[in-house]
C-alpha cells in the first residue's frame, strides 16, 4: 500500500526528529525541513499528502509558508504553535488549514488528527474529481466550471470518470464499450462517438484538456 506523504517544517530540530519518527513508526513517509523556506522549495519536489507547519519559524512563519504552498498544491495544512492565541488562530483558519495545535502536545494526538484529515480528503476525492478547471461530482452526476453546474447523464458522467482514471493512456474502443457500456456491438460504438462529442463540448472552456482520436485504436484522454 502506498504511503501518505508528510511535509514536518519545524524549527526546533529535536521536537522535529521525534515528529518524524513517530509518523514514520505509524506507517506515514515523513519529510522534515527546518524552515519555510526549505518547505517552499520542496513541495513540488515532495508533493506531500499533508503539510505539518511549525507558526514560529525563521526566514518564513508557518502561515507565510501555507500561502505559498497552497498557489502551487492543494493540500490539508496543520498548524504547531507555542501560542494559543484567537487571532492566531483565526488566522490559521482564514488560510484554509485543517487543523491548529498548541504546544505542547502529544504525538498520539497529532497522529489521529492527521489521520481523520486523511481520511476526510480521501472520501472527499472518491467523490469528487478535479479535471483542469472542472470539477466531477460523481455522486451527484455534475460537472462544475465556474458557477455553472451542467447536470449530467449517468452515461456522460460514467465515461468522463473512465477518462480521467485512465488519464494519458491510450484506451482501446472495446475497452471503453465494454466498462461503460457493458458491450461492444457496431450501434453500441455509434452511441459511443456520440457521448464522446458531448463530453469534447462540455469541456471547451478549458483548452488544457484534450480527447485525442488515435485512429484505429481508440482515445486518449489529456489534462
Known amino acids: 500500500m502506498k504511503k501518505h506523504k508528510i511535509l514536518i517544517a519545524e524549527d526546533d530540530i529535536d521536537l522535529g526528529n521525534v515528529l518524524k519518527m513517530y509518523i514514520e513508526m505509524n506507517g506515514f513517509e515523513p519529510y522534515l525541513v527546518c524552515n519555510g523556506e526549505e518547505a517552499c522549495q520542496r513541495i ?4 506531500p499528502d499533508l503539510c505539518i ?22 493540500v490539508p495544512i496543520i498548524f504547531l504553535t507555542a501560542r494559543n492565541q484567537k487571532k492566531d488562530r483565526l488566522k490559521g483558519l482564514q488560510l484554509g488549514a485543517d487543523d491548529y495545535i498548541t504546544k505542547p502536545f502529544e504525538p498520539d494526538e497529532l497522529v489521529l488528527r492527521m489521520k481523520n484529515i486523511l481520511s476526510r480528503v480521501k472520501r472527499t476525492e472518491q467523490d469528487t474529481i478535479q479535471i483542469g478547471n472542472y470539477l466531477l461530482h460523481k455522486k451527484e452526476m455534475q460537472l462544475v466550471h465556474k458557477d455553472k453546474v451542467t447536470q449530467l447523464t449517468e452515461k456522460e458522467n460514467t465515461l468522463l ?41 462540455l469541456l471547451k472552456e478549458d483548452p488544457s484538456i484534450k480527447i485525442e482520436n488515435v485512429r484505429g485504436v481508440g482515445y486518449r484522454f489529456i489534462c
Request: hydrophobic share 40%.
Open 44 to 47: 513540488t519536489e515532495i508533493q
Open 53 to 74: 507547519l511549525d507558526v514560529m519559524m525563521p526566514k518564513l512563519d508557518g502561515f507565510e509558508t501555507a500561502e505559498i504552498i497552497m498557489q502551487s498544491i492543494d
Open 161 to 201: 470518470d473512465y477518462f480521467y482514471t485512465h488519464r494519458k493512456s491510450l484506451l482501446k474502443r472495446n475497452d471503453i464499450l465494454n466498462a461503460v457500456w457493458g458491450d461492444n456491438d457496431y450501434f453500441v460504438g455509434r452511441s459511443m462517438d456520440v457521448f464522446i462529442t458531448r463530453i469534447r463540448r
